[in-house]
């Protein structure tokens, strides 16, 4: 696997990149704004995979995106690389409408100048930048919605503001670092994997500087700015929807 080819499939310069929140940034931006979170292997019933390599054949090789224990991994994988201090941990998702109860969201905490950022690179439409866990005043702004983390007793929760209707949790997490054992089995009971290609709803969302696209099962949406557009699309038009608006080829 090489470090330069990740770095350019995710538009950064593969220049020497020095271990600072300024460059963490630039590197968890440039990943959402060129690899999308996809669920299309449910759709295709195809099986996932979190072994490293075949989760660089995916996004890096083929231009594809990918789930969190995909994407996360691999960003994690990079991140480590260029010398950052990363581990994963998992996240109790509220909205389980794309992953089941049983899967627990996979993310990322950083650690630079001994403070811990939540980092998360495949979440849909989510916080673009890294989080100090510890400052619940701070708030990120991204598509028009606010998020800042808050911290409980025994777990923090990442929350979001949506037009000012008050703010909800997106996911709750404790800072327990996993391993890729941890959820390497997650997929590979064949129930599960059936349960999910017949009955997940398709998902194709890819952050734009000013806005978002979004691949449902029958329709596409272009977010930017303030404009807002959607139409429907067939089962035939897929493929080309892909191609365009995600530059993959299924």
């Given at each position: 696997m090489?470090?330069?080819?990740i770095?350019s499939?995710i538009g950064?310069?593969?220049?020497?990149i020095e271990?600072n929140?300024?460059?963490?940034?630039k590197?968890?931006e440039?990943y959402?704004l060129n690899?999308p979170?996809?669920?299309l292997?449910?759709?295709?019933?195809?099986?996932?995979?979190v072994?490293?390599f075949?989760?660089?054949?995916?996004?890096?090789?083929?231009n594809r995106?990918?789930i969190?224990y995909?994407?996360?991994?691999?960003f994690?994988?990079?991140l480590?690389t260029l010398?950052?201090n990363?581990k994963m941990?998992?996240?109790k998702v509220d909205?389980?409408?794309?992953?089941?109860k049983d899967y627990p969201?996979?993310?990322?905490i950083?650690t630079i100048?001994?403070?811990?950022y939540l980092v998360?690179v495949?979440n849909?439409?989510?916080?673009r930048?890294?989080?100090?866990?510890?400052?619940?005043?701070?708030?990120?702004?991204?598509?028009?919605?606010?998020?800042?983390?808050?911290?409980q007793?025994?777990?923090?929760?990442?929350e979001?503001?949506?037009?000012?209707?008050?703010?909800?949790p997106?996911y709750?997490?404790?800072?327990?670092e996993k391993?890729v054992?941890?959820f390497?089995?997650v997929?590979k009971d064949?129930?599960n994997m059936e349960h999910?290609?017949?009955?997940?709803?398709?998902l194709?969302t890819q952050a734009?500087?000013?806005?978002?696209?979004?691949?449902?099962?029958e329709q596409?949406?272009?977010?930017?700015?303030e404009?807002?557009?959607s139409?429907?699309?067939s089962?035939?038009?897929?493929?080309?929807?892909l191609?365009?608006?995600?530059?993959?080829?299924i």
């Open positions: 090489e470090i330069d080819k770095l499939r950064m310069d593969t220049q020497d271990i929140l300024e460059n963490l940034k590197l968890q440039s959402i690899v979170y996809e669920n292997d449910f759709v295709l019933n195809r099986g996932f995979n072994n490293i075949k989760i660089y054949e995916k996004i890096v090789e083929n995106g990918g969190c995909e994407s996360n991994t691999l994690a994988y990079l480590n010398g950052f990363v941990i998992f996240a909205d389980l409408t794309y992953i089941g969201h996979l993310t990322l950083v100048d001994n403070k811990e998360d495949a849909g439409q989510n916080v930048e890294p989080m100090y866990i510890e400052d619940e005043r701070f708030i990120s702004i991204a598509e028009q919605i606010e998020y800042r983390i808050s911290k007793k025994d777990f923090y929760s990442l979001f503001n949506h037009r000012h209707k008050g703010w909800t997106r709750h997490f404790k800072i327990e391993n054992s941890d390497e089995g997929f064949e129930g999910f290609s017949n009955h997940a709803p398709l194709v734009l500087k000013n806005g978002r696209v979004t691949l449902t099962d596409m949406t272009l977010k930017e700015d404009n807002k557009k139409w429907n699309i089962l035939e038009n897929r493929a080309e929807v191609r365009d608006y995600f530059k993959m080829e």
